[in-house]
C-alpha cells in the first residue's frame, strides 16, 4: 500500500511535531525538579541561618548577663555562708 506524498509528510510533520512536544514537556519536568530542590535548599540554609542567629543572640545574652554579674559587685560583697 502507497500513500500519497502528502500524507506522509503531513505523519512525518506530527510526528516530529509530537517529539517537540515530548521535548518540551521533559524540560519543563526538569525545570520544575530544580525549582523544588533550590526552594528546598533555600528553606535549610534559611533555617540554618536563623538557629545560628538565635544562638549568637543567646550567647550574647549569657555574657551581657555575666558581665553584669561581675561587673556590678566582687566576690567579696556576696555574703559568705
Same mark, same amino acid.
Given at each position: 500500500?502507497? &500513500?500519497?506524498?502528502?500524507? %506522509?509528510?503531513?505523519? #512525518? /510533520? =506530527?510526528?516530529?511535531?509530537?517529539? !517537540?512536544? @515530548?521535548? *518540551?514537556?521533559?524540560?519543563?519536568?526538569? &525545570?520544575?525538579?530544580?525549582? %523544588?530542590?533550590?526552594? #528546598? /535548599? =533555600?528553606?535549610?540554609?534559611?533555617? !540554618?541561618? @536563623?538557629? *545560628?542567629?538565635?544562638?549568637?543572640?543567646?550567647?550574647?545574652?549569657?555574657?551581657?548577663?555575666?558581665?553584669?554579674?561581675?561587673?556590678?559587685?566582687?566576690?567579696?560583697?556576696?555574703?559568705?555562708?
Amino acid at each position: 500500500m502507497t &500513500l500519497p506524498l502528502r500524507n %506522509r509528510v503531513a505523519q #512525518a /510533520d =506530527a510526528r516530529a511535531d509530537e517529539l !517537540q512536544v @515530548r521535548q *518540551a514537556q521533559v524540560r519543563r519536568q526538569r &525545570l520544575q525538579d530544580q525549582v %523544588r530542590l533550590e526552594v #528546598a /535548599d =533555600a528553606e535549610e540554609s534559611l533555617r !540554618q541561618a @536563623r538557629a *545560628a542567629y538565635d544562638a549568637a543572640v543567646e550567647a550574647r545574652r549569657l555574657q551581657e548577663h555575666r558581665q553584669c554579674g561581675t561587673g556590678r559587685h566582687s566576690r567579696s560583697d556576696f555574703p559568705q555562708i
